[in-house]
């Protein structure tokens, strides 16, 4: 079954509100670092659900928007563009975060996990308004004829 792309819109808003509530939440335990090492077992468990989250959500982007938004209008190529780019970004995101590690360097890792909440947010942001926005991804499709 195929979904509409207003269905489409509307389970990735749902990512996105999953993950808005997860920066959140990861955002304010960062506020008070723990400095056992249960709290940063804790604090890194958390960013690794995070980071989960968001690979899932990727790939339903790649899997039901990237077919979709291409051919929508002229600027579709470009948005499926910026997909495949955030998806890759994503992938060194994770990387960069395995090799940082929170027991030894725990201010290092507060700093750049505090970025990383800032940089998502600003991506989802963006998401919303250029690739998501119901202007955009809508069910009916505008012909515009100049013939007679």
């Known amino acids: 079954m195929e979904l509409k792309n ?3 819109r509307e389970l990735l808003l749902k990512d996105h509100e999953v993950l808005r509530s997860e920066l959140a939440k990861l955002e ?5 670092p ?7 077992r804790k604090l890194r468990e958390q960013l690794d659900r995070l980071l989960d989250t968001l690979r899932k ?4 982007s790649l899997r039901l928007l990237k077919p979709v938004i291409v051919d929508l209008d002229a600027w579709g190529p470009l948005r499926a563009e910026q997909i495949d780019k ?20 725990p201010k290092k890792w507060v700093d750049e996990v505090t970025q990383v909440i800032a940089h998502l947010r ?3 942001d ?5 690739r998501l926005s119901p202007e955009v991804l809508r069910d009916d499709v505008i012909v515009v004829d100049f013939g007679g």
Do not use: C, M
Request: charge should be negative.
């Open 6 to 8: 207003s269905e489409i």
């Open 28 to 32: 304010g335990d960062l506020k008070r």
């Open 34 to 40: 723990p400095s056992s090492a249960d709290g940063k």
């Open 57 to 60: 959500h990727s790939e339903r």
């Open 86 to 105: 955030e998806h890759e970004e994503l992938n060194v995101l994770a990387t960069r975060f395995a090799q940082i590690d929170i027991g030894s360097e």
């Open 122 to 124: 600003e991506e989802l």
């Open 126 to 130: 963006d998401a919303e308004r250029t």
